[in-house]
């Protein structure tokens, strides 16, 4: 079993609730790693990065990932900093994955002030620029495809990867 299509990206890119409308598009489920590990450890991500660190996080959700890898063969949506992980980072070379690029001044926007990201805190600008320098390169290194999403609603974003779907399932 493997998913349709695994959902990459930055905080701020849309990959949750793209996940819902592509799941939609195709008639399939949608798994959401964040989710998972909530539901497994009792705990928002929020409290986990807050009570056990970042680490103890990373290591929760790569194997979340893998789990969700071996597992779903829907939409699949992965926290933004789960590509970081090596394991992951070789899971996902087996994968369709879909980079769900966004802009610094869109990205700032759509997440706030970061309240529920606990690596936005504080400074959400400075601290999402960082953020997308340090990933984008793994995000693209990754990606089968990638959909710009600044200017395109999460409908749009659904659409162009559905068409891509079909377009690579084409002999």
């Known amino acids: 079993m493997t ?14 609730t793209v996940a819902h409308r592509l799941a939609d ?12 590990v909530e539901r497994s450890t009792g705990s928002s991500v929020q409290d986990l990065f807050v009570e056990h660190g970042e680490a103890h996080f990373r290591d929760l959700e ?3 990932v893998a789990t969700a890898l071996r597992e779903h063969d829907g ?13 992951t980072q070789r899971l996902l070379r087996e994968q369709q994955v879909v980079f769900l690029d966004v802009s610094l001044s869109a990205a700032a926007q759509r997440v706030g002030l970061g309240t ?6 504080g400074n959400v600008r400075a601290t999402m620029k960082a953020l997308l320098d340090a990933r984008r390169p793994v995000y693209e290194d990754l990606a ?11 409908d749009d974003v659904a659409a162009r990867i559905h068409q891509l779907i079909q377009e690579n399932a084409t002999p």
Not at 144 to 154: M, Q
Request: aromatic fraction near 0%; hydrophobic fraction near 45%.
């Open 3 to 16: 998913p349709v299509v695994v959902l990459v990206g930055a905080p701020g890119a849309g990959k949750t």
């Open 25 to 36: 598009r195709l008639g399939t489920s949608v798994r959401d790693t964040d989710v998972d």
């Open 62 to 64: 790569a194997a979340a």
């Open 75 to 87: 939409v699949l949506a992965l926290g933004g900093g789960a590509v970081l992980h090596p394991g």
């Open 116 to 121: 529920n990201r606990p690596l936005l805190l």
């Open 144 to 154: 089968t495809h990638t959909v710009v999403t600044d200017d395109l609603t999460a």
